[in-house]
């Protein structure tokens, strides 16, 4: 059974920092890549970000490029979405997700796997 599991939101001052972490299991993820996406309240889930299973391609959502950075751990099936310098729209809960490079930043495909989420609140 494929089990992602997220932590590390939480409330932060704007202008604050937070790192995400995700952790994926109950199969081998080999050649799959890694992502953040988010939803913000009453507002649809967007990507925020995605990494490939080698870690050398990165793709971002263009309002958090800069400021947030998406690594991870192939061996052990780690990715981490480090947020600084965040902003009150930054305000959403973040999922991770994991799917094939090509398909990992579409909203959604038949081959995703998606963690519970988790919350982060940026207070102004």
């Known amino acids: 059974q494929v089990q992602l599991v997220e932590s590390g939101g939480g409330l932060v001052q704007a202008g604050g920092s937070l790192r995400l972490s995700c952790t994926a299991s109950?199969?081998?993820?080999?050649?799959?890549?890694m992502g953040w996406f988010r939803q913000a309240p009453g507002k649809e889930r967007e990507f925020v970000a995605a990494?490939?299973?080698?870690?050398?391609?990165?793709y971002y959502l263009d309002s958090v490029k800069g400021r947030f950075t998406i690594s991870r751990d192939s061996a052990k099936n780690t990715a981490d979405l480090q947020m600084n310098t965040l902003k009150p729209e930054d305000t959403a809960v973040y999922y991770c997700?994991?799917?094939?490079?090509?398909?990992?930043?579409?909203?959604?495909?038949?081959?995703?796997?998606w963690g519970q989420g988790t919350r982060v609140t940026v207070s102004s």
């Open positions: 109950g199969r081998t993820f080999s050649d799959y890549a």
């Open positions: 990494i490939s299973w080698s870690g050398d391609t990165t």
């Open positions: 997700a994991v799917d094939h490079l090509d398909l990992v930043a579409v909203s959604t495909s038949p081959s995703r796997y």
